[in-house]
């Protein structure tokens, strides 16, 4: 099983950037995926999931309005379309899959939204 996360960087305050996660090695369709985010010294947290019967998403309240997440079954990839970035959004960021009892996780990738 592979998650493998791109497109980190560093943006100034206001802009964008696009993740994205490839995934390898199970059955894409069948399970649902996140995108969760870690600074040092605090907890992972959620940021958007995608969910996999009928694409329902869920995002965090920080990120509503500004991240977009979505899936392409025939690609085996989700991507994180993230606009309108903040100091905060800074993080690094991990790609998740999950589908009881199996749970997997990227390598992560960091994000730096810095003037």
């Known amino acids: 099983v592979q998650l493998v996360e791109s497109g980190g960087g560093l943006v100034q305050p206001g802009g964008s950037l696009r993740l994205s996660c490839a995934a390898s090695?199970?059955?894409?369709?069948?399970?649902?995926m996140s995108w969760y985010r870690q600074v040092p010294g605090k907890e992972r947290e959620l940021v958007a999931q995608?969910?996999?019967?009928?694409?329902?998403?869920n995002y965090a309240d920080s990120v509503k309005g500004r991240f977009t997440m979505s899936r392409d079954n025939a690609k085996n990839t989700v991507d994180l379309q993230m606009n309108s970035l903040k100091p905060e959004d800074t993080a690094v960021y991990y790609c998740n899959a999950r589908r009881s009892p199996f749970n997997y996780w990227g390598q992560g990738t960091q994000v730096t939204v810095s003037s």
């Open positions: 995608i969910m996999s019967v009928r694409d329902i998403t």
């Open positions: 090695g199970f059955t894409f369709s069948r399970y649902d």
